[in-house]
């Protein structure tokens, strides 16, 4: 790519523009504290403990928020094992359907009141919430009340049984979406929950604490805790927990595999990654850059199965660049609550630091950094989209997850390179192929290590289909019939 290249994007950039398309943010009416949810009911944290929860798209503090503490931590984790013992355990399957199926509906109904609220919280375009978390998020309950009462003929036995009390901790990326994957298959399998979400993050998962109430749903069977990576630590050390479910980063991952084992708590792990999104030379262009820009600038780049390492064939590089640059001048970065907007706020102060950090290690080791011409806002957490191209498999920003708008662009010249180069990372959780072939696609997905693999397009999620990781990915499997496997033991 040279700088003619990048001159002729600039002066094709549209010069007519948007005119702004604010959703209404008085659809949501934030409390100005929030308590954690036990028992069925909020109170405030046994010390008194708060912090705050900031929109980072403005740094304007939305609400403040308890943080639990070991006395709550207890109090949760007895209300959830009451429940579990005297309601929730032996109640029919297809009893416990029924709540599923109005958190559900429940959830489809306040639908637009979520979606604004997970973009003020988390910084993310209306666009994603409205049309991915939320309605995933609802899936995701549909499809697991479905199973409830069918858990004998899913394969695990005849008379498979739930575990108990489950300790689920959960990230900031898609908090209402994680909070779904996590409370769903556990409850229809007739555990009850403890959830633990992100610092940053909490509100969602308190309004989805609100519709548990909203369904009726009895007392204990799901308590959210808020509160900081020390309250996540304390939950799945805590004594009474038989199942310790948590998607974050690699490192707490290893933190709390050591702190489970020994235990007898079953341990799901969902972690993070590094995946490649390979291009072939018989790949459609067209729709191989719209699944590039979605494989990495969805979500900002905030998502662990991001095709964060493109990988493309030395062949079609050159235009396959040209054409990427082309269509990142033409996303827009800006207000998250914009309905045109594409590209929204980083979620976190420290996590534009280490998005910021990491670019920096791209440019001192020798790969070369473009981003669109882009105007970022003054206040809150922003970071343009990035292409890094020249990247070398040793450069960190081809090794680590950068969690952020920033693609690493690598070539290859042969499928075997191509695998070689997709497999050399210590995780293992996704992978895109692009190509024509029907054969290729198969030849490839035989040989990648990651647990999910798109042909021809990326970032695709139903309820029914498993998901999970490789080696420093995590293990165990979330969604579908595998991700009941998880809360029952045969
Ligand atoms: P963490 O793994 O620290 O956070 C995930 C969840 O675990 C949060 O609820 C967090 O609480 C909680 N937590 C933190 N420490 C502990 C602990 N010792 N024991 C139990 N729970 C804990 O991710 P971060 O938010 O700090 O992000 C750091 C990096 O991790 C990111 O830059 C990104 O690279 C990666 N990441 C990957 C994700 C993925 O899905 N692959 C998701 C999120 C992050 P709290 O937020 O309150 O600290």
Redesign the pocket.
């Known amino acids: 790519m040279g700088s003619g290249t990048t001159a002729e994007v600039a002066t094709s950039t549209p010069a007519w523009e948007y005119a702004p398309a604010p959703e209404s943010r008085d659809i949501v009416s934030i409390a100005g504290e929030y308590g954690l949810f036990v028992d069925g009911e909020f109170r405030q944290a046994a010390d008194g403990g708060t912090f705050a929860t900031v929109n980072p798209a403005t740094e304007e503090t939305l609400a403040v928020v308890a943080e639990a503490g070991p006395a709550d931590i207890a109090a949760a984790v007895a209300a959830a094992r009451r429940a579990y013992e005297q309601v929730w355990s032996p109640m029919p399957g297809a009893e416990r359907a029924k709540y599923l199926y109005r958190i559900a509906r429940v959830l489809q109904e306040r639908a637009r009141e979520f979606a604004v609220l997970e973009s003020l919280d988390n910084g993310k375009p209306i666009r994603e919430s409205r049309d991915v978390d939320v309605p995933l998020a609802a899936a995701h309950f549909f499809y697991y009340a479905g199973w409830a009462d069918k858990l004998e003929h899913a394969g695990f036995g005849p008379d498979p049984r739930p575990l108990g009390v489950a300790a689920q ?5 898609f908090p209402l979406l994680m909070a779904a994957w996590k409370l769903a298959p556990a409850l229809a399998a007739g555990n009850t929950c403890v959830l ?5 993050t909490p509100l969602t998962a308190l309004l989805l604490a609100e519709v548990c109430q909203q369904a009726g749903l009895p007392d204990g069977v799901v308590n959210v805790l808020t ?3 020390e ?3 304390a ?2 050390q805590q004594r009474g927990v038989d199942k310790i479910a ?4 690699t ?3 290893k ?2 595999a050591t702190t489970a084992a020994g235990t007898g708590a079953k341990l799901t792990l ?4 590094k995946a490649a999104n390979i291009v072939f030379d018989d790949a459609p262009v067209e729709q191989a850059i719209e699944g590039i820009v979605n494989g990495i600038f969805f979500n900002q780049g905030h998502v ?1 199965c991001a095709g964060s390492r493109l990988l493309v064939q030395e062949s079609v590089a050159e235009i396959v660049i040209e054409r990427l640059q082309r269509r990142l001048a033409t996303l827009r970065l800006g207000d998250p609550l914009d309905k045109n907007t594409d590209v929204g706020a980083i979620n976190s102060r420290q ?1 534009l630091d ?1 998005i910021t950090e990491l670019a920096a290690a791209g440019d001192a080791e020798g790969a070369q950094r473009w981003s669109p011409p882009c105007e970022l806002p003054d206040k809150g957490f922003w970071f343009a989209p990035t292409l890094f191209t020249g990247v070398s498999q040793s450069h960190r920003i081809a090794r680590e ?1 950068i ?1 952020g708008p920033v693609l690493s662009v690598l070539t290859f010249r042969t499928p075997d390179e191509a695998v070689a180069k997709a497999n050399n990372t210590p995780y293992g959780l996704s992978a895109g192929i692009w190509t024509d072939k029907g054969s290729r696609i198969l030849w490839m997905a035989q040989r990648l290590r990651a647990g999910v693999i798109w042909a021809n397009t990326y970032n695709r999620f139903d309820p029914a289909s498993p998901f999970g990781g490789y080696q420093e990915s995590g293990y165990g499997r979330e969604g579908g019939r595998h991700g009941l496997a998880a809360y029952l033991s045969a």
């Open positions: 901790v959960i990230p900031w990326n633990k979400p992100a610092e940053t509160g900081a990576g309250t996540g630590a939950l799945v948590f998607t974050g980063s490192e707490v991952g933190q709390i969902e972690l993070g990654g662990c996590q280490k997850e969690f």
